[in-house]
T-cell receptor
Framework: ETGVTQTPRHLVMGMTNKKSLKCEQH?????MYWYKQSAKKPLELMFV???????ENNSVPSRFSPECPNSSHLFLHLHTLQPEDSALYLC????????????FGPGTRLTVT | GIQVEQSPPDLILQEGANSTLRCNFS?????LQWFHQNPWGQLINLFY???GTKQNGRLSATTVATERYSLLYISSSQTTDSGVYFC????????????FGKGTHLIIQP
């Protein structure tokens, strides 16, 4: 599925760095999501944007800051991360509304040193 | 929130065997999806199946919404079927995120 792209695919950053993850969808959807998959936990939802407004923040620490400038783009800004934040970060999109199928990007594998 | 349980957690089969993966969920759902995660982490959509039965080649799925479970069937397994299979559900209204199970790790041996 190439409808959702993510860059970079791999990222290594120190704890004092600031970096951003980018997600772009070409499916005409208007809801976008960030998920986190770490070694010790199942896939978990981080943020939901619907019609460019944040509708859910799943108790994520403030060192993760999302941004959705339009319905096709989603960013995750990272600053002062901890080693335990190392994980695979997945972006998804769907039509806005209840119960639509979500499509995922290939993910960004983040390592915090 | 809604709970999702998948079984078995691990499954090792010989090539050509059939398998059944199960997903139980604790509340009514608007969306249920099955995914296959490849070795590079990509989640590949297998089925969108909040209710009913669907088939796609060697794979099929059934969701019995009234009894809150879904089954994924893989027939004539191939080594390329190896990987982790996830069930995920959405029980809320509006654009809600998915709640994932812990997955079934399937290994198909030649």
């Amino acid at each position: 599925e190439t409808g959702v792209t993510q860059t970079p695919r791999h990222l290594v950053m120190g704890m004092t760095n600031k970096k951003s993850l980018k997600c772009e969808q070409h499916l005409g959807h208007n809801a976008m999501y960030w998920y986190k998959q770490s070694a010790k936990k199942p896939l978990e939802l981080m943020f939901v944007y619907s019609l460019e407004e944040r509708v859910e923040n799943n108790s994520v620490p403030s060192r993760f800051s999302p941004e959705c400038p339009n319905s096709s783009h989603l960013f995750l800004h990272l600053h002062t991360l901890q080693p335990e934040d190392s994980a695979l970060y997945l972006c998804a999109s769907s039509p806005a509304g209840a119960g639509y199928e979500q499509y995922f990007g290939p993910g960004t594998r983040l390592t915090v040193t | 929130g809604i709970q999702v349980e998948q079984s078995p957690p691990d499954l090792i089969l010989q090539e050509g065997a059939n398998s059944t993966l199960r997903c139980n969920f604790s509340d009514s759902v608007n969306n249920l999806q099955w995914f296959h995660q490849n070795p590079w982490g990509q989640l590949i959509n297998l089925f969108y199946i909040p209710s009913g039965t669907k088939q796609n080649g060697r794979l099929s799925a059934t969701t019995v919404a009234t009894e809150r479970y879904s089954l994924l069937y893989i027939s004539s397994s191939q080594t390329t079927d190896s990987g982790v299979y996830f069930c995920a559900v959405d029980s809320g209204g509006g654009a809600d995120g998915l709640t994932f199970g812990k997955g079934t790790h399937l290994i198909i041996q030649p």
